[in-house]
């Protein structure tokens, strides 16, 4: 557990700025094993025959193929967008192979028993727990769906949450299950041509969870979906639904980790929340994807496009997401505040760190009147990572009474990296309160020096003085995420240590 | 990219009475802007600016103004005053002087490089202090629709050399224009300048406006940049709400580059603007710590009075190794009409560790509760309001030290918030104290 650090001369405070560096030197990615599984995939490239491939192989009904290739046509025709902070070589969208799925789920396992024992393994070394015993055991009181590369492989409780009323289930299922629901929200609330990196997704996109709460109902449980990427060279595509109706509830998690590897490889995803009059969506993630090595070779492009729309009165939509991993991170979780009294929340904690690179942030749209938002971004840069906080807040004419808070700070470790941030606030209504707050700092050696003084050990402090900064993010996580979130980003500031 | 034949034409006719040497150098720079045409809102520091329009519209070289206009009204006292009208010197021939570079979009760049006449070129000599504020008239005059003019003013304070200077760019009520002018800094060790720039364009003009600044070793930069309001309110110009899709709207871009080059420089920089009919008003603020021991202060306060789209994106970029960088910038805006936009972005761009920088920005209203408190003591709603309101913009306006000036750009101001304010020399000065 210690490092030569902790065994440090004790006298030798206050401690240089070496030393936090020292901190943070080593980082091991504990999830970059890979599963030795047969895989069923495809030729790398992309053209309609592939789409037409995707659908097929999912057995898709005519108009999702449709939505597919129309998404595909108007991808051809886009640019890729050159705005975000980052920087990264051409990504060849050719060298990309656009489906993969584990052998042995070629023949659809009817339930956990028949799932591939190494499929099963993996997850429990991710330590997710997918048999039903355990959880009921007492372990976690959560339903799990878990997408492994192109496909989802298993999803726990159905039973229960189908007693509720709630439909939990990999989105291929929901097509071809509940069609009339996919068919009215998929792509309502982000459009197929909406941006090159979800018009990409909108045409391969692989799998993914759907979720339906029906009116009135409070889902009995925590809702969790597990990415897993495990191939070379695949990208993946997922694509989540959920949809709240009137005076319904859910809080949903979502993780994410991928193999060690030398090639970066594209994660481009699409969620989509819908909530109803007077429902509330809680939407947590901890994006732990493989970030590439301390030189930044290897790592996920992580290119994300979520949104919520607040549609109905008095609706409610919460992000929380704890951001560690990926070597580029491009992602605006945003809400669309349409209904009267809808509220809109967003809490980040992204870490850089080595040579990662994250331009993160949200947008909040107030549309309705009296509608409220509140931003919380904590960003910590450590080695040569570059971070950037880019969160839009727009009120529209008619948004009489809208109110945001945006409060983003940066925290700095060490000289060779970047804290950034680009707020942008657009205000067509003369009712409205818009207010914008940003610092940067860094571990100051005061600071430092209070904890040692009181015997904490260098790399505690350091610890301490992170989660303190991170405070207002972690609290609003459910219990089990925000415990997996401290260990994650003391895992990524220590290197060795857990 | 495409741009309007015109363009061709009128360069065509500028240079041929230009030396060989400076035509090829026009005439390359020219080309740039002729390939690269003007930037659209597809590039992210014109993010809400779309200047590619006015590539495509027809232009004429401004002509010499037919008679000199009566600038009483702007006259100020006590200063040496420089004249320009449609880009001309008014007084005297102004002397050669170098192209103009700029930290810009390069088509846009080209266009100013291959146009550009000299406007104040000053140097200012060792541990010289000007005695009397220079004030630098820039008068629009456009009899015809399309009319441009492009004007370069070059300033250099040598070392610990002092001055103040005041430029103003009017524009008279007339046809369509397009004009840009430059205005390139240079401050060597302990040199002080303080620059109030009042922005007072009419309807229907299209104005890009670069600053660069150069900073040195503990020189210190003071910049207050005005943009008034019109007279009065009211949208005499039919079309398009935003003026950027029309080319009879008005849109004003003024980009603000400011390089902390050396230890110790100190910049502050602050803004003011009044906002409506219609206009299209951008600003872009940029402080770039380059060297360490920087410090810097940004103050802005905005009124969105009607119609109008106003942008203010403040930036402060500390390069790596700035170490000990100490920067601070705040934004406040008040909406006091519908239809009134405004869109703020502050910035922060940090390579370095050892550093304090804070930003904040807000949009917002009168605090109700300041309103009632005058009004229980018996002060009218609509002074009461405008009180608030003065004190709001006065945090920025106290920073012109050029006192009838600031008498000035106050009365305008508040003479657009419905209730008399007596506003004297006298009541200033206090205030400034």
Known sequence: ?498 | MTIHASYGEAFERFAAALPAAERAARAAAFDTFAQRGLPDDGIERWHYTNLQPFAAQPVQLAPAAAGTPDLSAWRLEDCDEHVWINGRALNAAAAPAPLPSLDAHAGLAGLHRAFATPGLQLTVPRDVRLDRPLHVLSVSDAREAGEMFHLAHRIRLERGAQALLIVQNLGLPGATRFSTQSLSIELAEGAQLTLVRVQDEARGTTHWLQTTAEVGHDARLDVVNVDLPYDESGDPIPGEATAAKASGGTLIRSDWRVKLAAPGAHAELSGLFGADGRVHLDNQYEIDHAAPHGTSRQWFRGLGFGPSRAILNGRVVVQRGAQKTDSEQRIANLMLAKGAEIDAKPELEIYADDVKCAHGASCGQLDDAAVFYLRSRGVPEAQARALLIYSFINDVLARVPHVALRLRLARRITARLGAGLDLSEATLSGAAA
């Not at chain 1, 809080?251 to 819908?274: K, M």
Request: charged share 25%; glycine share 8%; with cysteine.
């Open chain 1, 1 to 498: 557990m210690d490092s030569d650090l902790m065994a440090a001369n004790p006298s030798d405070i206050p401690v240089p700025a070496e030393g936090i560096e020292a901190l943070v030197q080593n980082r091991k990615y504990a999830a970059g094993f890979v599963t030795d599984i047969e895989s069923e995939r495809i030729a790398p490239g992309l053209n309609e025959d592939v789409v037409r491939l995707i659908s097929a192989k999912k057995q898709e009904p005519e108009w999702l193929l449709e939505f597919r290739l129309k998404a595909f046509r108007r991808w051809q025709s886009m640019r890729e967008p050159h705005w975000a902070h980052v920087e990264h070589p051409r990504i060849d969208f050719q060298a990309i192979t656009y489906w993969s799925a584990p052998k042995s789920m070629a023949n659809q396992p009817k339930s956990l028993d028949e799932v591939d024992p190494k499929l099963l393994e993996t997850y429990k070394k991710l330590g997710i727990p997918l048999k039903e015993q355990e959880i009921l055991a007492g372990v976690q009181n959560v339903a799990v769906d878990v997408v492994f590369d192109s496909v989802s492989v298993a999803t726990t409780f159905k039973q229960k949450l189908a007693e509720a009323g709630v439909i939990f289930c990999p989105i291929s299922e929901a097509v071809r299950e509940h069609p009339e629901l996919v068919k009215k929200y998929l792509g309502s609330v982000v459009p197929f041509g909406d941006n090159y990196y979800a018009a990409l997704n909108s045409a391969v996109f692989s799998d993914g969870s759907f979720v339906f709460v029906p009116k009135g109902v409070r889902c009995p449980m925590e809702l969790s979906t597990y990415f897993r990427i495990n191939e070379r060279n695949t990208g993946q595509f997922e694509r989540t639904l959920i949809i709240c109706e009137d005076d319904a509830q859910v809080s949903y998690l979502e993780g994410c980790t991928a193999p060690q590897r030398d090639e970066n490889q594209l994660h481009a995803a699409v969620v989509e929340l819908v909530a109803l009059d007077r429902a509330e969506i809680k939407y947590s993630t901890v994006q732990n994807w493989y970030p590439g090595d301390e030189n930044g070779v290897g790592g996920i492009y992580n290119f994300v496009t979520k949104r919520g729309d607040c549609r109905g009165r008095a609706s409610k939509i919460s992000w929380t997401q704890v951001e560690t991993g990926s070597a580029i991170t491009w992602k605006y979780p945003s809400c669309i505040l349409r209904g009267d009294d809808s509220v809109g929340e967003f809490y980040s904690v992204a870490l850089t760190h080595h040579r990662q690179q994250a331009d993160t942030g949200t947008k909040m749209i107030h549309v309705g009147r009296n509608t409220r938002s509140t931003i919380v971004s904590k960003g910590i840069s450590a080695g040569r990572g570059q971070q950037a906080y880019r969160g839009l807040v727009r009120v529209l004419e008619k948004a009489e009474g809208a109110r945001n808070h945006t409060r983003c700070d940066s925290l700095l470790i060490g000289d060779q990296c970047g804290a950034h941030t680009f707020p942008y606030t657009e205000v067509r209504n003369p009712t409205a309160i818009v207010e914008h707050e940003a610092t940067t700092s860094k571990i100051a050696d005061d600071q430092l020096f209070y904890c040692r003084a009181r015997g904490i050990g260098e790399e505690d402090a350091v610890s301490m003085i992170v989660n303190g900064f991170c405070k207002d993010v972690f609290k609003e996580l459910p219990m089990e995420f925000a415990v997996e979130a401290q260990k994650l980003l003391q895992v990524s500031l220590e290197g060795a240590v857990g």
